[in-house]
C-alpha cells in the first residue's frame, strides 16, 4: 500500500527498515520500527478480517515478529489497537491543522478541512476502515476515542458558526449539540461509503458535504 507523507513514520504506514544481521542501532530505535511494523500489521489485519477475527498470530506474523516482541511493546490485542487508532488520529489531526493554518475566512478553512480530511483518508483505506467501522468493536475505550474525535470535529463547526456570525449578523447561532449533529452527518456519510467499500473515492463527496456542513453552519434567520 502506497504511503502518504502525511502518515510516514508515524507508525501506521512506516517507512523505516532494519539491516539484516549485526547492527550498530540502539535498542530504542529497534523498539520504534518493530512497534511502527506492528501497528501497520494490526490496521492491515484488521481492515482484513475484522477486529473480532483479528488474532495476535495474524499481527505478529504480518509484522515478522515474534509474539514476545509482540508483548514486548502491548499487553494485548485492543492496547495494540488502541495505539494505532491514536497515532493515526494524532496524524489526522496534525495534518488537518497543518493544511488549514492560516487560511482567511471561514468558509475556506471549512473547505479545506473537508478536502484534506477526506483525501487522507481516502490513501489510508486500512486506518480509515479502523476509525469508521472497526473501532465500534475493539471495546469501550476505542469507542470513547472515536466519539471524542467526532466530538471534536463537532466543536469545531460550532467555532466557525461563532466566526461566520462576526462577519454576518443574520446567521443564527447554534449550539454545541447542533454542531454534534452536523459532525454526526459527516460520520454518517464517511461510514456509508467505507461500508461499501468506497473509500478510494472518498474525495468525491466533498463538494456536497462542503453545502450541507456551509449551509448548516452559517444558516440565517
Not at 498470530?57 to 494505532?84: H, I, M, P, W
Request: proline share 3%; hydrophobic share 45%.
Amino acid at each position: 500500500m502506497a504511503t502518504t507523507s502525511a502518515f510516514r513514520d508515524q507508525g501506521l504506514r512506516h517507512n523505516l527498515s532494519l539491516p539484516h544481521g549485526r547492527h550498530q542501532l540502539s535498542r530504542e530505535l529497534v523498539r520504534a520500527s518493530q512497534r511502527g511494523r506492528i501497528l501497520d500489521a494490526m490496521a492491515d489485519v484488521v481492515s482484513e478480517k475484522g477486529y473480532a477475527a483479528a488474532t495476535v498470530g495474524d499481527v505478529t506474523a504480518r509484522a515478522g515478529v515474534s509474539r514476545k516482541t509482540f508483548y514486548e511493546q502491548f499487553e494485548d490485542k485492543q492496547s495494540c489497537f488502541l495505539a494505532g487508532f491514536d497515532a493515526g488520529v494524532a496524524v489526522l489531526v496534525s495534518h488537518l491543522r497543518e493544511k488549514t493554518a492560516g487560511q482567511s475566512g471561514w468558509h475556506e478553512r471549512l473547505r479545506i478541512g473537508l478536502e484534506a480530511f477526506f483525501k487522507l483518508l481516502s490513501e489510508e483505506p486500512a486506518f480509515t476502515r479502523c476509525l469508521a467501522l472497526d473501532a465500534f468493536a475493539a471495546g469501550p475505550d476505542a469507542r470513547r476515542r472515536r466519539a471524542a474525535l467526532v466530538a471534536g470535529f463537532a466543536e469545531v463547526y460550532r467555532r466557525t458558526n461563532v466566526e461566520a456570525r462576526q462577519e454576518d449578523p443574520a446567521i443564527v447561532e447554534i449550539d454545541i449539540q447542533i454542531a454534534r449533529a452536523i459532525a454526526g452527518g459527516v460520520d454518517e456519510v464517511l461510514r456509508g461509503y467505507v461500508e461499501e467499500g468506497r473509500i478510494e473515492q472518498l474525495p468525491e463527496v466533498v463538494p456536497e458535504l462542503l453545502v450541507f456542513v456551509s449551509s448548516n453552519v452559517a444558516r440565517r434567520a
